[in-house]
């Protein structure tokens, strides 16, 4: 991990051979043009290196061209090129920045051992999604760079979950201030002398009211967990299907108050576990929506025999995505091919 600035002032870097010959004179604009296009065949760390330079050069053409490549390379060429453990950290701020979005990119960005703490609060602040989860959860860049937590606590685009896995503490609602006449005051005050010490216990109730669920959760024994994973409102299923307890997320999907949407967003979450994946495509109401089947195809714990009977359920305009894809098996993608090949005929 570095700290170097990267920004308009030139950059100095090693160009390999290949690079050095494409960007001189040789073959003339026409040859520079398709590389900015990535047309031409070279390995994915010298293609990146060839298109920062030309996003950094005085050729508008040549620098927009870049920029469209980059922004549509796929996912298996950047992943390459973020294997070379050489590779500038300004070229890995330069994926970063044009492809943030893209969870298994930055997922590779994030562990190369080059990249700059500029890069790693650009994430910080501006992720969302599952680029914002991974990051959160690398507790060895946290640690090495703690001022992380608070840009990501600082993200709006940061859950509760999130936040407070990172120490913040929900603020309190302000209450208004009550204006009492002299003689409620009186009246409040005799009644409380009254009723003291018939409430035994009510203090303590009050603070654990006011401590927050992530708070509380921290202290739940695992039985206490299942218990509020099957009956809990939203926030606590939020928070339980995060845990690593099998027993515990599981019970999160039987809860008979958990939503559509929540169930799609864990068929969505790459990170959920065989068992959260097996209930949902046990249950045939949820099965019945169209991007609960689209979400298991893509997702890599789904049964191969399952996401191909899927498939046929999927739109044209999907199938052709996922001919393309990079972030699911190639199974899947051979799949795809031969489905659209049999539509031609």
């Given at each position: 991990?570095?700290?170097?600035?990267?920004?308009?002032?030139?950059?100095?870097?090693?160009?390999?051979?290949?690079?050095?010959?494409?960007?001189?004179?040789?073959?003339?604009?026409?040859?520079?043009?398709?590389?900015?296009?990535?047309?031409?065949?070279?390995?994915?760390?010298?293609?990146?290196?060839?298109?920062?330079?030309?996003?950094?050069?005085?050729?508008?053409?040549?620098?927009?061209?870049?920029?469209?490549?980059?922004?549509?390379?796929?996912?298996?060429?950047?992943?390459?090129?973020?294997?070379?453990?050489?590779?500038?950290?300004?070229?890995?701020?330069?994926?970063?920045?044009?492809?943030?979005?893209?969870?298994?990119?930055?997922?590779?960005?994030?562990?190369?051992?080059?990249?700059?703490?500029?890069?790693?609060?650009?994430?910080?602040?501006?992720?969302?999604?599952?680029?914002?989860?991974?990051?959160?959860?690398?507790?060895?860049?946290?640690?090495?760079?703690?001022?992380?937590?608070?840009?990501?606590?600082?993200?709006?685009?940061a859950d509760k979950v999130t936040k407070m896995r990172l120490g913040w503490v929900e603020p309190a609602p302000e209450q208004e201030p009550v204006v009492t006449s002299a003689q409620e005051e009186v009246d409040e005050?005799?009644?409380?002398?009254?009723?003291?010490?018939?409430?035994?216990?009510?203090?303590?109730?009050?603070?654990?009211?006011?401590?927050?669920?992530?708070?509380?959760?921290?202290?739940?024994?695992?039985?206490?967990?299942?218990?509020?994973?099957?009956?809990?409102?939203?926030?606590?299923?939020?928070?339980?299907?995060?845990?690593?307890?099998?027993?515990?997320?599981?019970?999160v999907l039987k809860n008979p108050r958990v939503t559509e949407g929540e169930v799609l967003a864990v068929a969505k979450n790459r990170s959920s576990s065989d068992e959260l994946i097996r209930i949902i495509l046990l249950?045939?109401?949820?099965?019945?929506?169209?991007?609960?089947?689209?979400?298991?195809?893509?997702?890599?714990?789904?049964?191969?025999?399952?996401?191909m009977r899927f498939m046929t359920f999927l739109s044209e305009k999907d199938i052709r995505e996922l001919s393309k894809s990079r972030n699911v098996s190639q199974a899947i993608v051979n799949n795809a091919r031969r489905?659209?090949?049999?539509?031609?005929?």
């Amino acid at each position: 991990m570095v700290d170097r600035k990267t920004g308009p002032e030139k950059v100095q870097m090693k160009i390999p051979a290949e690079v050095a010959k494409i960007m001189s004179k040789w073959g003339g604009h026409s040859v520079r043009l398709a590389a900015a296009r990535g047309a031409l065949p070279m390995s994915g760390p010298n293609l990146v290196t060839v298109l920062f330079v030309f996003y950094h050069g005085d050729d508008e053409e040549l620098k927009k061209e870049a920029l469209g490549t980059f922004r549509t390379l796929p996912a298996k060429i950047l992943l390459s090129a973020l294997q070379n453990p050489e590779l500038h950290f300004s070229i890995i701020d330069l994926i970063v920045r044009i492809r943030y979005r893209d969870s298994v990119v930055m997922e590779a960005a994030m562990a190369h051992p080059e990249i700059g703490l500029r890069s790693l609060r650009f994430l910080a602040e501006k992720s969302s999604g599952d680029v914002l989860d991974i990051l959160a959860h690398n507790d060895q860049l946290l640690v090495k760079v703690p001022d992380l937590k608070q840009a990501i606590i600082n993200n709006s685009n940061a859950d509760k979950v999130t936040k407070m896995r990172l120490g913040w503490v929900e603020p309190a609602p302000e209450q208004e201030p009550v204006v009492t006449s002299a003689q409620e005051e009186v009246d409040e005050k005799k009644h409380a002398e009254d009723v003291e010490g018939q409430e035994e216990g009510f203090g303590e109730i009050e603070e654990l009211d006011e401590l927050s669920k992530y708070q509380l959760l921290q202290e739940m024994p695992v039985a206490e967990k299942i218990k509020m994973a099957l009956t809990g409102d939203k926030e606590w299923r939020g928070l339980l299907i995060r845990e690593a307890n099998k027993l515990v997320n599981t019970a999160v999907l039987k809860n008979p108050r958990v939503t559509e949407g929540e169930v799609l967003a864990v068929a969505k979450n790459r990170s959920s576990s065989d068992e959260l994946i097996r209930i949902i495509l046990l249950n045939r109401e949820w099965m019945k929506l169209y991007e609960m089947k689209k979400a298991l195809v893509m997702h890599p714990r789904t049964p191969l025999q399952n996401a191909m009977r899927f498939m046929t359920f999927l739109s044209e305009k999907d199938i052709r995505e996922l001919s393309k894809s990079r972030n699911v098996s190639q199974a899947i993608v051979n799949n795809a091919r031969r489905m659209l090949l049999s539509k031609k005929r």
